[in-house]
């Protein structure tokens, strides 16, 4: 089944203590972002990637850290956490370039306290 | 610069009335735009897109939406609402490097 995975699906932390929500797709998408989402935000991006070892910032990418070592694979970093990261967190995929649809993961719930 | 704006945050009709989820959008050049559903713990679904073809969009579950670029409108319609559907719906614009969403639409069916 073609699809984006993410792990984990909660996660509840403390100030300052590293974490990776990891991020993966089977449908060899060139293109992957991370959005976060936030009532009466709507969904912001927060880093994305064109392919591999090639990332760039989104709208809102400060406190967070993402690479690119595989094709299939797109890990969110948050090296020191703080409460206003509390959050829904998506990835997503997308074919290739232009108006293409992304595909989303089914979310990340972190709480950072 | 481009953002999208729902102008409602919270629709609510009776199963079996027809639906109308507004979504303007603002975009310097022609725009491909998006219709998304999320269920309750659930990621987003597409709905369905527009890619400068048919102004008239079809798309799953029986829900439309039509491209008016003189209103720069998208606006999500379906004639009968099911209890199903009940779910936030986003409106986004932008294409696979990335996509700018509206606030979204909660919408509430009454049995």
């Known amino acids: 089944e073609a699809q984006v995975t993410q792990n984990p699906r909660y996660l509840i932390t403390v100030t300052g203590k590293k974490l990776t929500v990891t991020c993966s797709q089977n449908m060899n998408h060139e293109y992957m972002s991370w959005y976060r989402q936030d009532p009466g935000l709507g969904l912001r991006q927060i880093y994305y990637s064109m392919n591999v070892e090639v990332t760039d910032k989104g709208d809102v990418p400060e406190g967070y850290k993402v690479s690119r070592k595989e094709k299939r694979n797109f890990p969110l970093i948050l090296e020191s956490p703080s409460p206003n990261q509390t959050s829904l967190y998506f990835c997503?995929?997308?074919?290739?370039?232009?108006?293409?649809?992304?595909?989303f993961g089914p979310g990340t719930r972190l709480t950072v306290t | 610069a481009q953002s999208v704006t729902q102008l409602d945050s919270h629709v609510s009709v009776s199963e079996g009335t027809p639906v109308l989820l507004r979504c303007n959008y603002s975009s310097s050049y022609s725009p491909s735009l998006f219709w998304y559903v999320q269920h309750p713990n659930k990621g987003l679904q597409l709905l369905l897109k527009?890619?400068?073809?048919?102004?008239l969009v079809k798309g799953i579950n029986g829900f439309e939406a039509e491209f008016k670029k003189s209103e720069t409108s998208f606006h999500l319609t379906k004639p009968s609402a099911h209890m199903s559907d009940a779910a936030e719906y986003f409106c986004?614009?932008?294409?696979?490097?990335?996509?700018?969403f509206g606030q979204g639409t909660r919408l509430t069916i009454n049995p």
């Open positions: 986004a614009l932008g294409g696979a490097q990335k996509l700018v």
């Open positions: 997503a995929s997308s074919l290739g370039t232009g108006a293409y649809e992304q595909y």
């Open positions: 527009y890619t400068s073809a048919a102004t």
